[in-house]
Structure formats: structure tokens, C-alpha cells
């Protein structure tokens, strides 16, 4: 070979390195990007769909799924306390545990890639059925297998047995470090607006909510109503019964309350032994009849206690309702007078004999 064919051919082998080089440069500029958007998610919701619908447009494949094992459902759970369905991110699964989770041999501590089996792959990829290759990436925390990171293809030579999964794993890793942060991130949001005890919102969410509430009745014109309940004679119980009896009934009446109120109210404890319920859209009259069956619901059953011992419980409601003035120049001072008028209506069902329901007339200044 003559030297002008082999600076031609050393050439020629120059221009397809530096393209390689150049689109593995743009492969890891899109990698980071990727992992940029994952570890910069605000909330666990918006992680999930990163990690389902984004990673499969990222990547241009025809399915990737994300399982979670969640056996005490505390991620679901934050989930719907963030408004959001668990069966609306496409894509995302919850097991109890994680033994079924990839029916193969051996532990599963590194990323599995290979042919599409239906009968080991379907439950993974419920929506797609004609894929050829997936790729299974085990999310571990502290040695810990809680979940499954998982791609498919109809490509069969997409991901085989002969491709390195270093990259791979270091998105897997990714991910697990996002999900545990994202999760605890919620912990903490759900800690700083829920009371400990009975598990309802507490009394700071509820002043929260109330300003956006009469905003939106505001917009609308619509009538925001309030409940305030409280346990009649609580002191008698805890008197007679201890202080954890006590709790126990606090617990069973919210959670009695809930069982009464849409998924679009808010309920809170208010403090002590006094609940309240906002209800958007809804005049005094409804709820009033929305008040009348939260106190039979209590009153009609007695509360479990320990020891094999049962208490009767009744409770008193008062209720209120408004409908912010077009021109009203301060919603802060409504949402008082809403709390004031429903908080009154709640001391004249006391002073009727307890165990009714009172409705009080909201007059904003």
C-alpha cells in the first residue's frame, strides 16, 4: 500500500472516530440531562412520570414500567394525599412484596437484559405484548431490592445478554437514590400538615386550604361552607377511661367523619376534641344535612375500647356558610368570620342540649 492510500485510509478511520466520539458526547450530554431532570424533581408525582412516560419518550422505546413494593401502602397513600390517583401514571405498579416481582433464577442485584418471555415479562409490561428484548433494572437502597426499573423494546437486538450494563446500572442507582428522597421529601410535607394521632389534616393545612378555597368561591360565586364538631363530655371519657381511651375515640371519630365527607371537602382536627370539615360548593342548608348524618354516624354505634369495653359518644355541630362579596377587599377576614359564625352556631348546639346540629349566620365585615 502506498502512502497516499494509507494517510487516505488512516483518514478515513480519523472521521468515523471522531463521529463516534462525537455521538457518544451527545449520548452523555442527553444521559446527564436525564438524570439532571430526575434529581431535580419537586414532588414524588412528578418524579414517577419521569420515570415512566419520560424515560420512555427519552428513550424511544415502546414500554418501560416501574414497579414499587409498597406493603404497608405508604406511597400510595402519598400519593392519593397529593390528589393523585396511583393508577393514573401509566406504566406504574405497587406490589406487597417483592419475591414475584421477575420469575427467573438468582438474586437479582444487577440489570437483567434478553429475549421478551410472556410468561416472566407480562405482569411487567401489562399494556405492551409484542415486545422482543426488555432490559430489568433492579432499584435496591441499602442492599435492599425495593423495586423494579423496567424497559422494553420490539426491537429483539435492542438490549441482549452481549450489551454492558454499567450504564444501566448507574441509571438504576439514580433512580432508587430519587424515589427514597422523593418519598421522604412527602414524609416530611404530609408530617408538617397531619395530625399525628387521628392522621387528618391538621389545624395549619385547614387555614391553608381555607384561603384557597375562598379564592376559588370568590372566582365563582359559590358558597363555602364549615363544620366545627365537637366531642360532647370528652372529659368524662378521659376521666373515666384514661387518656389512651380517649385517644382511641379521637381516632374512631375522625375517622367516622371521613367516611361521611366527598374527596374534594376538608377535614382537619382542629384542636383537642374539636374537628372541622370545609365543604366548597355547598350551601348551609346541605351542609347542615351533611352535619346531621356526621353526628348520627357517631352517636349510633359505640367506640371499641380495650379491655373489651365499649363507649357511647355523641357529638355537637355547628355549621356556616358564605359567599364571598364581589367586591370584598379582604378574604382573610371572611375566612375568620366564616370560623367565628360556624365556631358560635357550635356553642349554641351545647347550649341546646349537645348532640344536634346548630347553623350560624356568617355576616362579613
Given amino acids: 500500500m502506498d502512502l497516499e492510500s494509507r494517510v487516505g485510509e488512516l483518514e478515513q478511520r480519523l472521521a468515523a472516530l471522531t463521529e463516534e466520539a462525537v455521538k457518544n458526547e451527545a449520548i452523555l450530554k442527553s444521559s446527564q440531562e436525564r438524570e439532571m431532570k ?3 424533581a419537586e414532588s414524588l408525582d412528578t418524579l414517577l412520570l419521569l420515570l415512566t412516560k419520560g424515560l420512555e419518550d427519552s428513550y424511544r422505546l415502546e414500554a418501560v414500567s416501574l414497579v414499587i ?4 401502602n405508604e406511597v400510595r397513600n402519598l400519593l392519593w394525599n397529593d390528589d393523585l390517583r396511583p393508577d393514573s401514571v401509566l406504566g406504574l405498579r405497587f406490589v406487597d412484596a417483592m419475591n414475584d416481582l421477575v420469575n427467573e433464577a438468582g438474586a437479582f442485584t444487577q440489570p437483567r437484559l434478553g429475549p421478551y418471555k410472556r410468561g416472566s415479562h407480562r405482569h411487567l409490561f401489562p399494556q405492551a405484548d409484542r415486545l422482543g428484548s426488555v432490559a430489568l433494572m433492579p ?5 435492599k431490592l425495593v423495586g423494579s426499573l423496567n424497559f422494553g423494546s420490539t426491537d429483539s437486538k435492542r438490549f441482549t445478554q452481549q ?5 444501566l446500572h ?6 432508587s437514590f430519587c424515589l427514597e428522597n422523593a418519598v421522604n421529601r412527602a414524609r416530611l410535607v404530609r408530617s408538617g400538615i397531619t395530625d399525628v394521632l387521628t392522621g387528618m389534616h391538621n389545624r395549619r393545612y385547614l387555614q391553608d386550604r381555607l384561603r384557597g ?3 376559588s368561591a370568590h372566582r365563582s360565586q359559590t358558597p363555602l361552607a364549615c363544620l366545627i364538631l365537637d366531642a360532647d363530655r370528652f372529659k368524662r371519657i378521659n376521666d373515666e377511661y384514661g387518656h389512651l381511651a380517649g385517644d382511641s375515640v379521637l381516632r374512631e371519630i375522625a375517622r367516622r367523619v371521613d367516611t361521611q365527607i366527598r374527596a374534594n371537602d376538608v377535614g382537619a382536627r382542629f384542636g383537642g376534641e374539636e374537628f372541622a370539615v370545609l365543604l366548597p360548593g355547598t350551601s348551609a342548608e346541605v351542609a347542615a344535612k351533611l352535619g346531621e348524618r356526621i353526628r348520627e354516624t357517631i352517636s349510633r354505634t359505640p367506640i371499641e375500647l380495650s379491655d373489651e369495653q365499649q363507649v357511647r359518644v355523641s357529638v355537637s355541630v355547628g355549621v356556616a356558610s358564605v359567599i ?3 367586591d370584598v377587599a379582604n ?6 368570620d366564616l370560623l367565628a359564625a360556624a365556631d358560635a352556631a357550635l356553642y349554641k348546639a351545647k347550649h341546646d342540649g349537645r348532640n344536634c346540629v346548630r347553623r350560624g349566620d356568617c355576616r362579613p365585615r
Avoid at 69 to 72: E, F, I, L, R, T
Avoid at 139 to 143: I, M
Avoid at 163 to 167: E, G, I, K, Q, V
Avoid at 331 to 336: A, N, P, S, Y
Fill in 139 to 143: 432499584l435496591l437502597r441499602q442492599q
Fill in 163 to 167: 450489551h454492558a450494563t454499567d450504564f
Fill in 324 to 326: 364571598p362579596a364581589p
Fill in 38 to 40: 430526575l434529581l431535580e
Fill in 69 to 72: 413494593c409498597d406493603p404497608y
Fill in 213 to 215: 378555597e375562598l379564592a
Fill in 170 to 175: 448507574h441509571l438504576a442507582t439514580i433512580a
Fill in 331 to 336: 378574604l382573610e377576614r371572611v375566612g375568620d
